[in-house]
């Protein structure tokens, strides 16, 4: 376990009350921090993201999952997918959440519910919009601000496009055939149906126009292909030591 990287004053524990704030549910850090860890899928994002953010003691925000819940109010909705005016207007009426790493559409948990083969199928067209990427981006955002400004925030886009100015970048890579493994071993699937379905998927997220998957300048690359989960953590960890 390392040392806290950001460090608190007895001061710096409470927020300024502003309006709807009744109380606290992260300590607000002295400085304020934010981690972006961009990448494809089945590089670990997400558990070494939750990992480190709690090594951290920071808030995690995993952007995926809003991006999956707008999906799910699209098919709820009924509306044609490739009709950029009915997803934007499903998109722009229905709230979305994340507390305590459960994700919330219009106030009810739906975090099983994104992760099924028809959101991941489909969300990609849906968040390949740049209409609906423009709300998201400021929900990210203001869902930072509402945390105290520090966070360690998981994505696609996060250190090129949400957070361009963030203090620490991470990049996840692994080869495909190991992320395709990881993921089969995850669902339990057939590796070589998952590796399709994945490839699918990052050729369409690597290739969009609006906010397409790259390296953001100045972030951190790391293979996860070869490294133990433990490793991973541990080197985010002391990238942002190294840098506070
Ligand atoms: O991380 P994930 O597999 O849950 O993300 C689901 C999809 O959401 C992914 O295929 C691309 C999209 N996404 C995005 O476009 N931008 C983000 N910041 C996060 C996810």
């Given at each position: 376990m390392f040392a806290p990287i950001v460090?608190?004053?007895?001061?710096?524990?409470?927020?300024?009350?502003?309006?709807?704030?009744?109380?606290?549910?992260?300590?607000?850090?002295?400085?304020?921090?934010?981690?972006?860890?961009?990448?494809?899928?089945?590089?670990?994002?997400?558990?070494?993201?939750?990992?480190?953010?709690?090594?951290?003691s920071l808030p995690y925000l995993d952007t995926g999952a809003f991006y999956r819940a707008a999906t799910l109010a699209v098919i709820r909705s009924q509306v044609d997918p490739s009709d950029a005016a009915s997803v934007l207007s499903v998109v722009s009426e229905a709230t979305f959440d994340q507390r305590d790493g459960i994700t919330y559409?219009?106030?009810?948990?739906?975090?099983?519910?994104?992760?099924?083969?028809?959101?991941?199928?489909?969300?990609?067209?849906?968040?390949?919009?740049?209409?609906?990427?423009?709300?998201?981006?400021?929900?990210?955002r203001s869902w930072v601000d509402q945390v105290g400004g520090s966070a360690v925030v998981e994505g696609r886009d996060i250190g090129s496009v949400v957070f361009?100015?963030?203090?620490?970048?991470?990049?996840?890579?692994?080869?495909?055939?190991?992320?395709?493994?990881?993921?089969?071993?995850?669902?339990?699937?057939?590796?070589?149906?998952?590796?399709?379905?994945?490839?699918?998927?990052?050729?369409?997220?690597?290739?969009?126009?609006?906010?397409?998957?790259?390296?953001p300048s100045g972030a951190h690359v790391i293979d996860t292909s070869d490294l133990t989960f433990e490793e991973v953590v541990d080197t985010v960890v002391r990238l942002v030591d190294s840098k506070s």
């Open positions: 460090r608190r004053t007895p001061q710096s524990r409470t927020n300024p009350p502003g309006p709807g704030f009744t109380h606290l549910r992260y300590p607000v850090p002295s400085v304020m921090l934010i981690v972006t860890i961009d990448g494809p899928s089945g590089t670990g994002k997400s558990t070494v993201s939750k990992a480190a953010a709690t090594a951290m559409l219009d106030g009810e948990e739906v975090s099983e519910e994104i992760r099924t083969d028809r959101i991941t199928r489909a969300v990609s067209e849906v968040s390949a919009y740049p209409v609906v990427r423009q709300r998201l981006v400021e929900l990210q361009p100015a963030a203090q620490v970048k991470v990049y996840l890579d692994a080869r495909p055939e190991v992320r395709a493994a990881r993921r089969a071993a995850q669902a339990g699937e057939d590796p070589t149906e998952t590796s399709v379905d994945l490839l699918r998927r990052d050729q369409a997220d690597s290739t969009r126009s609006a906010s397409p998957l790259i390296v």
